[in-house]
């Protein structure tokens, strides 16, 4: 079965405080996998997509990389506006449409 | 910029109401998609289209129905409101085809309140 499992689930970081946040897949193939983040009361605003394993991605202080089972969302230096929920999905071979998500790591910056 | 706009912010309906969510979107997708979003469950796919008048169910699509009569609109429609329906509801469209690999971009979402 298609799974995709985000760790950890909360993650609170101080100001600069680097880290990264997971994303474990299981899918019969890959055709792409998604990082999304999403601010409280709003819809999930699209990152990045990656296609093949040792693809990265950049944006800002976000990197995303991904492996053959998994993905990391790393964050350098994070600043309080950083603060929101991640969320990682991913669109295996066998749908041509839909695609499944983790239910997210919630993260939270403090100045 | 892609953008996916949805009819309400908040919704307030009363149990065994009619409630209609409406999405539009102006990038000419072919696919679009209703999710709803809780606490602890995270987004869960109610229906898609991946074509006018063409629906498939998702993985909950007990309670509800949904209608896309035009390209660019899809609607949700709740027959029979329940409190259990209260929810975040999150529209999404993406392009399908030859790009298959695309992701799908999401509309503000609406807030429903069933009482």
């Known amino acids: 079965e298609d799974q995709v499992t985000q760790s950890p689930e909360a993650l609170r970081l101080q100001e600069g405080e680097s880290s990264s946040l997971n994303c474990s897949y299981t899918?019969?193939?890959?055709?792409?996998l998604f990082w999304y983040r999403q601010d409280p009361g709003k819809g999930p605003e699209f990152l990045f997509t990656?296609?093949?394993a040792g693809e990265e991605k950049e944006k800002e202080r976000l990197k995303a990389t991904l492996t053959k089972k998994e993905s990391f969302l790393h964050i350098t230096a994070p600043k309080p506006e950083d603060s929101a929920t991640y969320l990682c999905?991913?669109?295996?071979?066998?749908?041509?449409?839909?695609?499944?998500f983790g239910s997210g790591t919630r993260l939270s910056i403090r100045p | 910029d892609v953008k996916v706009t949805q009819s309400s912010r908040y919704l307030v309906k009363r149990t065994g109401e009619k409630v209609f969510l409406e999405c539009v979107q102006d990038m000419d997708h072919e696919n679009m998609f209703w999710y709803r979003q809780d606490p602890g469950l995270g987004l869960r796919l109610i229906y898609f289209?991946?074509?006018?008048?063409?629906?498939e169910k998702g993985d909950i699509p007990e309670g509800y129905s949904v209608s896309r009569e035009k390209k660019e609109r899809f609607s949700l429609i709740l027959e029979s409101a329940s409190t259990n329906q209260t929810s975040m509801y999150l529209c999404?469209?993406?392009?399908?085809?030859?790009?298959?690999?695309?992701?799908?971009?999401f509309g503000p979402g609406t807030r429903l309140l069933v009482l």
């Open positions: 899918v019969s193939g890959l055709r792409g």
């Open positions: 990656l296609y093949s």
């Open positions: 999905a991913v669109r295996p071979y066998s749908s041509a449409s839909k695609i499944i």
């Open positions: 289209s991946y074509d006018v008048k063409m629906k």
């Open positions: 999404a469209s993406g392009p399908g085809g030859t790009v298959p690999q695309e992701t799908q971009y």
